[in-house]
């Protein structure tokens, strides 16, 4: 009896086990993506040939298929902030540099954004920033997508902070915005409003300039 | 934190131009890279084989001596290479360590020799990944074994130092009978008597042939009485001896009457002093007959004359959760079988099965297929379950004994397997946490060192010191963190800090004079100074501030990190009053509520409110 108990204990292991080698299987047959020569992102970006090359070398170790996925993006932006829950904004981020929405960042993504944000006139990183803010991409940031946009950054502090972060800090904040980026207080901001408002901000402007030596 | 991700560092910078339209305050400055990361190729000499790495990659893990300066002694001008005189074939794993963040323990190599190559290269052994983390905690633990026990046995050898007490001499000689000719003759002739003392229990109840006077049969025991009754008493007197002696020596004598050797002497004896002080009375004659029993007990004794029994015994306690789980299991089939049988034959007459613990007997004699015979079922329901039953005695018993005892072992092993990688995992994220708050840490002692050096450059005017020499992604992942706090106009503290400001302000609002009437802020709140948030208003955030300074000042904190850093940031935050251009109307909705409330505040934290007004509102 005690020699049956113990048979049928054994049982759903071997089934966990069939489960696995399934998965497995569908892992071996992912995707591997292999990016365009190194003359064409040259021609496409403005990075050099040298710089390309580190920037691959580390996009290909952490990532040995060729692309990202979300969670591999999550995971890695969140090792950058170790305090707090880094994942809403990576999500808006990974969808910032999704540019063609196929649920993975490609080499080329990556280095397309890349090369906007370090190596772009202020104007592109504007539209950059716009566009991330933009969630659905319909042309106006409302305050809907604005608060959920701050209340990723402020998730990203954590809960050890000072002074002690409340739950209305991100929607002052977001009033704060709308209320300095909306000229025409209709309640959403648009491209040019945007790019008109921070271009006036001296401040912003001298912040656009800050990682331009990055690489 | 992983170093595979530090590649991603100069992505992670770029992305924090998504924050910068959304700041509350001026971003600080990036650090300067005095000198710019030559990724250049490294080669790395072992012993004649020649390895070679971007610098990139070494500089990963600065705390190692590859990732750090120390690598500079070994550097040979002659050839432009860095030379090891180590062993190649395990350097290989260390410098895979580097290129993928992983470390892998290689089974065919000594763990004493891999070890001394960890430690030669600065890396700990903690890092090894999960992969090979258990095989490696094994060989240490063998290792570790295996020095231990060659120690006993050089201790055991030694020749006796002379300046041992009586007493701890005593318990040498118990213990290992065979360092002194004294010893060994005590062990010898208390063996003797167990043997002895045993063999008259048995011989005690031989029939020996009948008195004249008699008409029964009598046993030994009662026959020669007298003679037995001495040699009883010799060896009781010899075992209580033994005993008293052992209970003086020890060094630890609640420790060894604990122990199970001592409870067995004295259950051995025991029954001999209750035997004298008890009357031959006939009512207790019958419970003294049964504590003649434990005599038989002087038996266990010899387990300190047999290292087998003493194995076979811890056995037992060990595998004591599996031996109870197979008695458990056909403790069950037994109540099964015996609760059918007994309804089964219920019907028949004059039946043997008169309930069912009397049926236990019946099921235990079949199942293990000894079948006495004394107990038959004589109805065809009955017979028909007795053959089900005998035939599943067979199963569970004949059959599968070898069965069980190979899954028993495999069981416990996994088991024990699964205890380990649970509490290996407790240990994992541990050390994970330990990882982050190190992170953290670093970023604190960063900032504490940043705001002395800023400190110190306001007092003389110039820079003095260049920042301290921390590698570049340090300072660069640093410089990401301080972004983001200014983006948000929150600083990170730690957690000890966090908990302390937290305790500080609800007993502050315990006993809070200064609780202001302002319009309640009605959402519910996660954080754990939620009393406080309630009762006042989001607009009053400056007045509070000063409520947890001013009362930090006040009491002795031991926690100097955030007293330092908190003054500091005063400092830092009034020339910003001067600096300030821009004052959006929104600030002078502010300044209203807090005058109200600044009422009774004292001018000190008026200036520490404007300040934070400016800190506040700065776009």
Avoid at chain 1, 131 to 159: F, H, R, S, V
Avoid at chain 2, 241 to 262: D, G, H, N, Q, T
Avoid at chain 2, 301 to 312: P, Y
């Amino acid at each position: 009896m005690g020699a049956l108990m113990v048979i049928f204990s054994l049982q759903p292991k071997q089934r966990r086990k069939t489960t696995d080698s399934v998965e497995d299987e569908l892992e071996l047959s992912a995707v591997r993506h292999r990016p365009e020569g190194l003359e064409q992102l040259e021609a496409q970006t403005r990075f050099s040939r040298k710089e390309l090359q580190i920037l691959y070398r580390g996009f290909k170790n952490e990532c040995p298929s060729g692309v990202v996925n979300e969670e591999t993006f999550k995971d890695i932006y969140a090792q950058f902030f170790p305090q707090g829950d880094a994942s809403t904004y990576a999500h808006f981020l990974f969808n910032a540099f999704d540019t063609d929405h196929n649920g993975s960042v490609s080499f080329e993504d990556f280095v397309m954004g890349l090369s906007i944000l370090l190596r772009g006139t202020v104007q592109e990183k504007l539209i950059w920033a716009f566009n991330l803010y933009d969630i659905n991409k319909d042309g106006y940031i409302t305050k809907e997508e604005m608060l959920d946009i701050m209340k990723a950054i402020y998730d990203m502090m954590g809960k050890c902070t000072y002074p002690v972060l409340k739950e209305e800090t991100p929607r002052q904040h977001v009033e704060v915005f709308f209320q300095k980026m909306d000229k025409n207080k209709d309640g959403v901001v648009t491209i040019d409003e945007f790019i008109d408002c921070c271009q006036n901000d001296e401040n912003i402007m001298r912040s656009m300039h800050l990682f331009e030596n990055v690489l | 934190m992983a170093a595979g991700v530090a590649a991603w560092l100069p992505f992670a910078r770029a992305a924090a131009i998504g924050w910068m339209p959304v700041a509350s305050t001026p971003m600080p400055i990036p650090p300067q890279d005095k000198r710019k990361a030559q990724d250049g190729l490294i080669i790395l000499n072992v012993s004649g084989t020649k390895f070679q790495t971007w610098r990139t990659t070494l500089e990963r893990y600065p705390d190692t001596l590859l990732g750090s300066t120390e690598r500079d002694f070994f550097f040979h001008e002659e050839t432009s290479e860095y030379f090891f005189d180590r062993d190649p074939d395990i350097f290989r794993h260390i410098l895979n360590f580097y290129r993928t963040g992983k470390l892998h323990y290689p089974r065919q190599e000594c763990i004493s020799a891999y070890d001394e190559e960890l430690a030669f290269f600065g890396i700990i052994p903690e890092i090894i990944g999960d992969c090979c983390y258990e095989e490696y905690k094994d060989r240490r633990r063998e290792n570790a074994e295996r020095l231990q026990d060659d120690e006993e046995m050089d201790m055991n050898n030694d020749v006796t130092p002379v300046n041992l007490t009586f007493r701890e001499y005593l318990w040498r000689a118990f213990e290992n009978p065979h360092t002194s000719t004294l010893a060994l003759v005590f062990y010898y002739v208390t063996g003797f008597f167990i043997a002895i003392s045993v063999m008259a229990n048995v011989v005690e109840t031989v029939p020996c042939g009948t008195l004249p006077n008699r008409s029964k049969e009598m046993s030994c025991g009662d026959r020669y009485a007298l003679a037995f009754f001495c040699l009883d008493t010799a060896c009781v007197m010899i075992f209580t001896v033994e005993y008293l002696l052992r209970l003086i020596a020890a060094p630890s004598r609640c420790k060894f009457m604990k122990s199970v050797m001592s409870v067995i002497d004295v259950v051995a004896i025991m029954p001999y002093y209750i035997g004298l002080v008890m009357t031959d009375n006939d009512q207790v004659s019958g419970a003294f007959v049964t504590l003649r029993v434990f005599r038989v007990f002087r038996i266990f004794k010899f387990s300190r004359h047999s290292a087998g029994l003493r194995i076979l015994g811890y056995t037992l306690k060990s595998c004591a959760s599996e031996l109870g789980f197979l008695l458990f299991s056909l403790t069950m089939a037994i109540i099964i079988f015996a609760t059918v049988m007994f309804y089964a034959e219920k019907g028949s007459t004059a039946t043997k099965f008169t309930s069912i613990p009397a049926a236990f007997w019946y099921t235990i004699v079949t199942m293990t297929t000894l079948g006495y015979g004394d107990m038959v079922p004589k109805t065809i329901v009955g017979k028909v379950f007795g053959s089900i039953c005998s035939l599943s005695g067979v199963l569970v018993i004949a059959l599968p004994v070898p069965v069980i005892v190979s899954n028993f072992s495999r069981i416990y092993h996994q088991s024990q397997r699964a205890e380990k990688r649970r509490a290996q995992r407790k240990t994992r994220l541990a050390r994970i946490r330990a990882a982050k708050i190190r992170g953290t840490n670093a970023y604190m002692r960063y900032k504490q060192n940043g705001l002395l050096i800023d400190a110190l450059e306001e007092e003389a005017g110039q820079a003095l010191v260049g920042k301290a020499a921390s590698p570049p992604f340090e300072s660069q992942h640093h410089h990401l963190l301080h972004c983001l706090e200014k983006t948000t106009n929150h600083e990170f503290v730690d957690e000890q800090t966090f908990q302390a400001n937290c305790m500080e302000i609800s007993v502050v609002n315990k006993s809070g004079s200064r609780t202001s009437s302002l319009s309640s802020s009605p959402h519910g709140l996660s954080s754990c100074c939620s009393r406080r948030h309630r009762k006042k208003s989001s607009f009053s955030l400056p007045s509070t501030n000063n409520q947890e300074l001013s009362t930090i000042q006040i009491r002795e904190r031991p926690v100097s990190n955030s007293r330092s850093s908190l003054n500091a940031k005063l400092d830092e935050t009034m020339p910003l009053k001067c600096d300030e251009a821009y004052i959006s109307p929104s600030m002078v909705r502010l300044s209203a509520p807090v005058a109200t409330s600044s009422d009774d505040a004292s001018t000190a934290t008026t200036t520490y409110s404007q300040s934070n007004i400016v800190r506040v509102s700065a776009l």
